[in-house]
Each structure stands twice: as C-alpha cells, then as structure tokens.
C-alpha cells in the first residue's frame, strides 16, 4: 500500500466531515404552559398568572417594552352562530383579554396596542377598533380600566394613525411575496402577541397563532378594490382575490408576486403566505383561548357546532404552541398533506415554518409545564368525522 501523504489525509479528512457539516440545525423548541380554565369567571385571573409565571414571568418579556396584541376578530361583529355571543365562538373573550392587559401592566409593560384589521362593513370609511368592538357588543373602556399601562387601539387595515405603511420583509426572500406592506403597528412595537380561539378552517386545515397574522394585511393594499398604483383610502371586500387566489396583484407601490405564474391554488399559497408572515412579524407570545369556541368553520354559520374545550394553551413560540394546541384538538401536528386536519387537501403550516427554523413541531421535543394534553383534550377529530358523516347522508 503507497504511504499517504499530508494533503490526501487532509482532503479525506474535509470529506468526512463536509457532510455533517451540511445538516441543518434542529428547529428550535420552546416550552408551552397548558391550563384546565372551565369559564371567564374568577379563576381566570390566577390560571393565567400562573401560566405566565410557567413559561419563567412576564416581566422579563414586556417590562420595559411597547406591546402590541394581534386579536383574532374574523368573521366581523355581526356574524353570529345562532344567538351566541361573539366571544363564545370566533372571537377571543373579553375577561381574558382583559387579564392578559391587566396582568402586562403590573408586570411593567410601558404601553400596549391592540390591533387588528377590522372588517368595515359601511364601506365609506375605516371604523375605529374601538367602533368594532362596540358593534360586538363589548365596552373598550373596560380594557383601558382593566391596566395600569396606557392602552391603545388600532384597527390596521388601513394606514391608521401613520403617514405611511411600513415594509416588513420575509427573511430569505418568501415564497409568495418578498415583502409585505403593512400598518405601522406592527413595527411600531417591542413585543408582539397574537391572540385567538383554536378552530378548523376550510382553506389551511386549522386557525391559531400562525393562520393569526393573516389579518395583519390591511385591505387597503390586498383588497379588491385597491388601485393599481397606490393603497385605497378606504379598506373594502376581502383578500381573497389578491392574496388566496392571486387573480389581482397588490398597487404597484407594494411589493409584487415573486412568480405570477406559480400556481393559484390557495391551497398551497395561504400556508405559504403565512409562514412568510410569520418570518416577516415574528410573534414572541402566543395565547389560545379554548374555553369556548366552535369546531367546523373559522366564521361562525349554521354548519359549525359551538363547543368548551375549556383549556388555555400559551407559549413564547408559536410553532411549539400551535403544535401543542393542534393535540390538544386531537389533531396531529405532524400530519402531512392530504391527512386530516389538512385533508382539505392544503400544505401544513407548522410543517412548512419548522422547514424555515420558526419552532418545532415534533411533541417529543416540547415540553408542556402545567397541564398534560391528554387531561384537556378536546376532540376536533371527532367533530369532523361526524359532520362529513352527516354530509354524505344529506
């Protein structure tokens, strides 16, 4: 055998290790804090506490710091599944955002925004976010009582109270679009919430933090009656046209599609959008209120069926925390395309933002302080196979 030299030992030695050095890093984890709350009522407040003092304070995340709470408002005010109140189906009730406000003041938040692009139903102009929580039946001043810190509201699917929208742009380019135009409160902000109920939905499978974000894009730049040039005054329809299906670009004054000719199937694009979303606005507090909300739909109609899985699940990563939320639903966070919840079929968000290194979605690597899934879960599985049962038979 010829004696090897020092530069073939060398090269040898850079082969064996080239490959190990190609392995992506695991996608980061994060504990979540899972709690049994059976109602809105007196226990609330102290779950919460401790929830938060689970996942290490609160006053190590918002001290100091400017917050901005993204509530899940869809479907509007004036939808309701039956005579419900809106806040026992789609929106996120009121006495959990009011402890969650109340409990940041005390923890030292400097100030706190919150946010959302409300449906304008009149068409004529942007309502205010205190309007829209009126119309719902609910008392803003109620959430400016509930804290020490100074609240504020914004209903960001226009351009608010800026002179202009802020770009956030999707690390690594995105898969739709390279950038999104937004509402200065998203960057106007130190910490940022999302906060929503846990339903089924029929275009990504499921709605929680992530699927959250999609309303941070104001109508104005992706609704159907934005101008080719620059933003609408007024917000107006639906983005469905712009952003499910791509049959309309944004005004040119915001970023375009990085491929029009990609498919249209808002299948594959929400999932992808929203991830993008996610990488664009992280989010670092992630609230899912299950005490009440309703399974089948994510607007509320006469084919959902209202429900109390009575749990609250929060985590500082919102992968980890839409992971352990989709168990608790008795959903498998690891499913693939065409398997249910995303037997739509559509791609899986947590699936597509684990690949992008947001959080993980593998159980086996979350760890759960508080309460065990198991002892709060709720089966969304069974719903489902109960309605489709029903459609087959109708």
């Excluded at 979540?32 to 003092?53: E, H, I, K, N, W």
Aim: with cysteine; net charge neutral; aromatic share 6%.
């Amino acid at each position: 055998m010829p004696p090897i030299s020092r530069r073939d030992l060398l090269s040898g030695l850079a082969a064996l290790a080239a490959p190990h050095a190609s392995f992506p890093a695991p996608a980061p984890t994060a504990p979540v804090a899972v709690a049994r709350c059976r109602d809105y009522g007196s226990d609330l407040m102290p779950t919460v506490q401790a929830m938060f003092d689970q996942l290490g304070g609160l006053g190590r995340l918002v001290k100091g710091k400017t917050v901005a709470i993204k509530l899940n408002l869809n479907g509007g005010a004036h939808t309701r599944a039956g005579y419900l109140p809106v806040e026992d189906t789609h929106f996120p009730h009121p006495n959990l955002i009011s402890v969650v406000l109340h409990l940041m003041g005390r923890a030292g938040a400097r100030r706190i925004r919150l946010v959302e692009s409300a449906w304008t139903p009149n068409g004529v102009e942007a309502d205010s976010l205190e309007e829209h929580l009126i119309q719902s039946g609910w008392e803003p001043l109620d959430f400016v009582r509930a804290t020490t810190a100074p609240v504020e509201f914004e209903n960001t699917n226009s351009l608010g109270k800026a002179r202009s929208y802020v770009r956030l742009k999707v690390p690594g380019g995105g898969r739709i679009y390279p950038a999104y135009d937004l509402n200065h409160s998203y960057a106007d902000c130190d910490f940022f919430v999302t906060l929503g109920k846990p339903k089924d939905h029929e275009t990504t499978g499921v709605t929680l933090s992530i699927k959250n974000l999609f309303g941070i894009t104001p109508l104005t730049i992706y609704g159907p009656k934005a101008p080719e040039d620059e933003p609408a005054r007024v917000p107006s329809g639906s983005r469905i046209e712009t952003l499910h299906y791509g049959r309309r670009q944004p005004p040119r004054s915001a970023p375009q599609e990085i491929d029009p000719n990609s498919t249209r199937d808002d299948h594959y694009r929400l999932p992808h959008i929203i991830t993008d979303l996610a990488l664009a606005r992280p989010i670092h507090l992630a609230i899912i209120d299950g005490i009440k909300t309703m399974a089948g739909h994510q607007n509320p109609g006469p084919h959902v069926d209202p429900v109390e899985p009575g749990f609250l699940i929060m985590g500082t990563n919102p992968v980890t925390t839409d992971a352990v939320t989709m168990a608790a639903m008795n959903y498998d966070p690891m499913a693939p395309r065409g398997q249910v919840p995303f037997d739509v079929p559509c791609e899986n968000t947590l699936q597509l933002a684990e690949e992008k290194g947001l959080g993980t979605r593998d159980l086996k690597r979350i760890e759960v302080v508080g309460t065990p899934v198991s002892e709060v879960m709720f089966d969304f599985k069974a719903l489902r196979a109960r309605r489709a049962a029903r459609r087959r038979v109708s």
